[in-house]
Nanobody, 118 residues
């Protein structure tokens, strides 16, 4: 099983990034996919989640209206489009797969660093 994030980097405030997470080794379309983040000195927090077929999504309040989660089951990939980035979005971003629905996490990626700074 592997979840491989990519797309992180350094961006100025107000900028955009698109994270990708490529999955392998399990039946991707059967898993709820989520993005989490962890900033230095803080606990890991849920950012966004999407159901197996992509019909439902949910977002943490700090990112609502700025971030969009999506998935392509044909490509075994989940995305996180991040717009209007703020310095407080700086964190390591992780994707996770959960078989038993919202809030469950069976598999984790290794994380990708997002830094928002001028």
């Amino acid at each position: 099983v592997q979840l491989m994030e990519s797309g992180g980097g350094l961006v100025q405030p107000g900028g955009s990034l698109r994270l990708s997470c490529a999955a392998s080794g399990f039946t991707f379309s059967s898993y709820v996919m989520s993005w989490y983040r962890q900033a230095p000195g803080k606990e890991r927090e849920l950012v966004a989640g999407i159901t197996t077929a992509g019909g439902r999504t949910k977002y943490a309040d700090p990112v609502k209206g700025r971030f969009t989660i999506s998935r392509d089951n044909a490509k075994n990939t989940v995305y996180l489009q991040m717009n209007s980035l703020k310095p407080e979005d700086t964190a390591v971003y992780y994707c996770a797969a959960g078989f038993w629905g919202w809030g469950t996490t069976d598999y984790w990626g290794q994380g990708t660093q997002v830094t928002v700074s001028s």
